[in-house]
């Protein structure tokens, strides 16, 4: 987002001059310039260190070739026609380094990563999970609003060699999601293995949302989804020009070893290497003018500044819980992990190349070690050829053509408005989230505490303060939420929607206001889950325990009941 905004800023810093785009040659897949990154202040448990002090390997650097690397496009995963889909977790290997195997896990075959899941709005949908791994695992619906049951949290993980049937149905606006593990301090490991997948929420059907009365507020089950007009006139044709684009970053020795966190990283890990769609030095070439790349940071730590090469705009439609209300054109655009971004590009006859550099991290103590000087390529995208005899060359709208289709952005169609978003309710219940250390609200996690209860469709709003001097960021799972303000100031455009995952910059406020769906075919009576999305973060205890139409009591009572080790 651009730079000129005071929430995400980089803080003042007098070692560079201005922000600018980099240009090719200052972006590189692997950052030879950077050494150890500075410790971040918090001291680290002994348990946290154990996946470094296991290695002594040194981080290798993983070559690239001129030519780049195609850039997969992870197969689509539907529902049959009883709504049924199968979804496995194993093990395998995947070659980063040429000739040299890394042990890596995936879903239904693929050794590293997963299929996009295609679910449609309004249709149940049974999952069935089988774990073929050696480890317990879970498989969370991350954006999604689900039951407690058929939300993926640690509290009843899937044995090895288990199999487990999920159902639930889809209901809120269309968008771009994800699913990843969420076992008991091991997320971070299994995510880095490669146990991670994007999934896609449609609305083929028009599903005509519910309402509520009363006094009740509704909540994003209860909002529209766009139009068929809107969801026509966007790219729509899965990996031709709307492609999932899956961003990580790894680090990996030169005999193929998979590291954990840096020793000295207050975030966690930092990987000199970044894949895209699980390989290095992605490159598209597409017959197609305008993409649609739906932006997935999937990394364990660190944020990136999303931008184009060419000093472009990024048209930004959607963030993690849907479309925005009407498009905006950005400089660039930063996520932090687990964050969502639906963006359009022209693609011009020389190419365009999405790159990494200063994320808006805020007013951060090391703005180097937590990874902000770092720059890094993500997405070449080369055009197949220059348009067919017969296409509007002239500079304006009006262009397209059988090959290419629509010559520009502004060819799409697309209206003012995208979807109607309705306005927060900025009172009710208010609660206090501080963030400091590997905390909230200075407790860590206990698996056999509920932190807070909640009532469905009861307005509330959440101030988020990131009370350290590094970063933080904030996820709640079955909700989308609208954001009120940071720190006073209206949040920018392209954050304007629906959000499950927000950065939160130090010594910063962030409020929000949330309203909890219902699910009347929920009775697990288990709570669900808020918590840092930086991995090693949750890992070590950032998190806490709320229930929605469930009481305390009752959900200890469950938590009882269920195949975690308390």
């Not at 619906?141 to 049937?165: C, F, K, N, Y």
């Amino acid at each position: 987002m651009p730079a000129s905004h005071p929430p995400r800023s980089r803080g003042p810093r007098t070692s560079r001059p201005g922000s600018r785009v980099p240009s090719p040659g200052d972006l590189r897949l692997s950052l030879d310039r950077r050494g150890l990154l500075r410790a971040g202040g918090a001291l680290l448990s002994v348990a946290a260190l154990a996946p470094v002090l296991a290695s002594c390997s040194r981080e290798a650097e993983v070559p690239v070739t001129d030519a780049g690397s195609p850039l997969p496009i992870p197969p689509l995963l539907e529902p049959d026609a009883d709504g049924r889909f199968a979804l496995t977790a194993g093990r395998g290997t995947t070659e980063f380094l040429p000739d040299v195997a890394s042990d890596t896990w995936g879903y239904n075959g693929q050794t590293y990563l997963g299929p996009t899941i295609r679910m449609q709005r309004g249709r149940p949908i049974e999952a069935v999970i089988t774990n073929d791994t050696d480890e317990e695992t879970t498989v969370h619906w991350h954006g999604m609003l689900v039951p407690a049951h058929a939300d993926g949290g640690p509290h009843d993980p899937i044995q090895p060699g288990e199999t487990r049937s999920v159902a639930f149905t889809p209901d809120q606006p269309a968008t771009t999601l994800w699913y990843h593990p969420h076992p008991h301090e091991a997320t971070a490991q299994q995510v880095r293995r490669g146990l991670a997948g994007m999934l896609i929420l449609d609305d083929a059907d028009g599903h005509e949302p519910g309402t509520v009365s009363g006094d009740a507020v509704p909540s994003a089950a209860e909002a529209p989804s766009p139009s068929a007009d809107v969801l026509a006139a966007l790219p729509h044709e899965y990996g031709v020009d709307d492609l999932p684009v899956i961003i990580q970053d790894m680090r990996i020795t030169e005999d193929g070893e998979l590291l954990g966190h840096n020793f000295n990283s207050e975030v966690g890990l930092l990987g000199r290497t970044v894949v895209t769609n699980g390989v290095v030095g992605a490159v598209h070439t597409t017959e197609k003018r305008v993409l649609r790349l739906r932006l997935l940071n999937g990394s364990q730590a660190r944020s990136y500044g999303l931008r184009l090469d060419s000093g472009g705009p990024l048209t930004v439609i959607g963030s993690d819980g849907g479309l925005l209300p009407e498009p905006a054109d950005v400089e660039s655009i930063s996520l932090s992990p687990a964050e969502r971004a639906e963006v359009l590009i022209e693609v011009p006859d020389e190419g365009v190349t999405l790159v990494s550099s200063e994320p808006e991290l805020g007013n951060v103590s090391d703005y180097e070690a937590v990874g902000g000087e770092d720059a890094f390529t993500i997405l070449r995208l080369e055009h197949a050829g220059s348009r067919e005899v017969g296409a509007d060359d002239s500079g304006g709208s009006g262009g397209s053509n059988d090959a290419g289709g629509p010559a520009s952005i502004a060819d799409l169609g697309l209206p003012a408005q995208l979807v109607e978003v309705p306005e927060p309710v900025s009172g009710g219940q208010e609660r206090q989230m501080t963030l400091r250390g590997r905390q909230i609200n200075g407790r860590s996690m206990d698996m056999d505490r509920i932190d807070l209860v909640s009532s469905s469709h009861q307005p509330e709003v959440w101030q988020v303060s990131n009370l350290d001097s590094s970063p933080h960021n904030f996820h709640i799972h079955n909700a989308q939420f609208r954001i009120l303000d940071i720190s006073g100031d209206p949040p920018p455009p392209e954050m304007a929607g629906w959000k499950d995952t927000i950065y939160t910059p130090p010594q910063r406020d962030v409020r929000i206001a949330v309203a909890f769906p219902a699910h009347e075919d929920d009775h697990s009576q288990l709570p669900y889950m808020f918590h840092c999305h930086l991995m090693l973060h949750e890992d070590d205890g950032m998190m806490g325990h709320f229930t929605v139409d469930v009481s305390e009591q009752e959900a200890l009572d469950a938590l009882q009941g269920t195949g975690h080790e308390h």
